[in-house]
């Protein structure tokens, strides 16, 4: 009978106390990327010598373009509002293929891949931006949710156009600046004024994409008679296209005096 009181009296045994874990310091978004995207480890004894970096998941970017991308990533650290693993991915998505761009493959001179990029992050936009039967839907708090997602439109606008630009691909220039002047004007208008800034820094990207194309194409009067048509339709969005328009007619004139020679 003791015996098997003394068995019923086994207590389980209580673990000790695990010491809290200390509070994680925030770390910047290079450094959350650039673990995020690192080779996984190799194990211990084993060498593989025909192991290559891959190109497009190189994230150790140099000169000017490096310096943009801390840019972006510092207003970021001060925003109040901390990004998801998702949020960073879409943020980098358009700044990784534009650094693929340097490979002899272009895929930028394909306009069908740029509109399909400039859609998703505008359908990113207004995802993040909660809905609410009450209040505004264009409040400060939502603009802070869709903030990351506007900055990587920004970032798709600036730098595939500056890549049509260094290749010299003057007329997709001025039809990607046309197509995302579009979609630009699509994105919503905020509360407060000073919320919109981004959307006249994208305009202020494109139309400054457009004059410096201008100043080295010649178009057909077909052709200079449709984008002109179309930088008066974007005139109603924004006065930022004017200089644009003024260029494309000053080169207009220029052209119809040359054919009239020629005749």
């Known amino acids: 009978m003791s015996a098997l009181c003394q068995q019923r009296r086994a207590l389980v045994e209580i673990p000790a106390p695990q010491p809290k874990i200390a509070a994680r310091m925030r770390r910047s978004y290079l450094e959350i990327l650039s673990a995020r995207f690192a080779p996984a480890p190799l194990p211990r004894g084993s060498k593989n010598p025909n192991t290559k970096r891959t190109h497009s998941l190189d994230l150790n970017f140099g000169g000017v373009w490096g310096e943009r991308i801390e840019d972006q990533c510092e207003k970021l650290d001060g925003h109040p509002t901390p990004l998801s693993k998702q949020q960073l991915v879409q ?11 340097h490979e002899p493959k272009m895929v930028a001179t394909d306009l069908k891949c740029l509109q399909e990029d400039l859609q998703l992050k505008k359908t990113n936009v207004y995802r993040s931006i909660p809905y609410s039967r009450f209040g505004s839907n264009r409040d400060a708090h939502c603009y802070r949710k869709a903030y990351p997602h506007l900055v990587a439109f920004k970032v798709s606008c600036q730098e595939w156009g500056q ?22 004007s699509d994105l919503p208008q905020w509360d407060t004024v000073n919320h919109n800034a981004l959307r ?12 410096a194309a201008l100043q080295h194409y010649r178009p057909e009067p077909s052709r200079g ?16 296209i004017v200089p644009c328009i003024e260029e494309l007619q000053r080169i207009m004139g220029y052209t119809e005096v040359i054919s009239m020679d020629i005749k």
């Open 91 to 101: 943020l980098i998505r358009s700044l990784i293929l534009v650094e693929q761009s």
């Open 163 to 184: 890549v049509l630009l260094r290749n010299k691909e003057w007329d997709a220039v001025l039809e990607h600046s046309l197509m995302a002047w579009r979609y630009t």
């Open 200 to 211: 006249e820094q994208c305009y202020s990207i494109l139309a400054a994409h457009s004059l």
């Open 225 to 240: 008679r449709e984008l002109l048509r179309r930088f008066k339709m974007a005139q109603l969005q924004s006065q930022l």
